[in-house]
């Protein structure tokens, strides 16, 4: 079945970073648009970044210049390196299987300012 297991979420001071991993299994991942995405308190999900199976990127204008979606795929994970982080980036983070019903459990990351 697919799984997509997320980690590396935390408390950072403004202006520090993180870097966001997925584990993903149960399918062919290589072949595989993935996606990172966010929900803050009270707000809708929204789009950060994703990446398809050729490595192409697209990003959110708010994180524009500031995060990088990667992949790795020998080890089936997807990366998001997050850096100049801002009190608002506070938010559950969530991988996706693009174009699918599957999502990760959510990692928490909180900027403190």
């Known amino acids: 079945q697919v799984q997509l297991v997320e980690s590396g979420g935390g408390l950072v001071q403004a202006g520090g970073s993180l870097r966001l991993s997925c584990a993903a299994s149960?399918?062919?991942?290589?072949?595989?648009?993935m996606g990172w995405y966010r929900q803050a308190p009270g707000k809708q999900r929204e789009l950060v970044a994703t990446?398809?199976?050729?490595?192409?990127?697209n990003y959110a204008d708010s994180v524009k210049g500031r995060f990088t979606i990667s992949r790795d795929n020998a080890k089936n994970s997807v990366y998001l390196q997050m850096n100049s982080l801002k009190p608002e980036d506070t938010a559950v983070y969530y991988c996706?299987?693009?174009?699918?019903?599957?999502w990760g459990q959510g990692t928490q990351v909180t900027v403190s300012s």
């Open positions: 149960g399918f062919i991942f290589s072949t595989t648009n």
């Open positions: 990446i398809t199976s050729g490595g192409s990127t």
């Open positions: 996706r299987k693009e174009w699918s019903i599957y």
